[in-house]
């Protein structure tokens, strides 16, 4: 079981994947609806892993990438986007995203990303 920090401004989509998580047997320790609450929930609950949107308001995926990694440089970072930008998602990569999940999801492959990212 990995504590884990949802990042999302769609109401939608945190519920879908806040599902995933629940079945794949995770604690989601709390949801964030804007890049910066993102940032200050990370410290507060002190996740094992973040699962960050790249689209969001007051503070972007990449952003809030750099400010979770400045706070704690062994941060575990799953980027979750829709977009296919690839100069975008390895700038967060290149920032410490470990790696990335797409919209919409598939289930099993948030889960195996979840155990390949925590296994590193």
């Known amino acids: ?3 884990i920090l949802i990042a999302d401004d769609s109401d939608a989509i ?10 794949g047997e995770h604690n989601v320790v709390a949801e964030a609806t804007d890049g910066a609450e993102a940032v200050d929930f990370y410290q ?3 996740p094992q892993l973040l699962m960050t949107d790249f ?9 809030v990438v750099k400010e979770v990694i400045a706070i704690d440089p062994n941060a575990k970072i799953i980027l979750i986007t ?6 975008i998602i390895q700038e967060c990569i290149d920032n ?5 999940v797409t ?4 289930f099993k492959v ?6 390949e990212v925590m296994e590193n």
């Not at 689209?55 to 952003?63: A, F, V």
């Not at 410490?96 to 990335?100: C, F, I, P």
């Not at 919209?103 to 598939?106: A, I, Q, S």
């Open 1 to 3: 079981m990995v504590d």
């Open 14 to 23: 945190r519920l879908v994947l806040k599902e995933i998580l629940i079945i």
């Open 44 to 46: 507060k609950h002190k």
């Open 55 to 63: 689209s969001m308001p007051n503070k972007d995926g990449l952003q």
């Open 82 to 87: 829709a977009s296919d930008d690839k100069k």
């Open 96 to 100: 410490g995203a470990a790696t990335m």
């Open 103 to 106: 919209k919409p999801f598939d």
């Open 110 to 115: 948030v889960l195996k990303t979840i155990t």
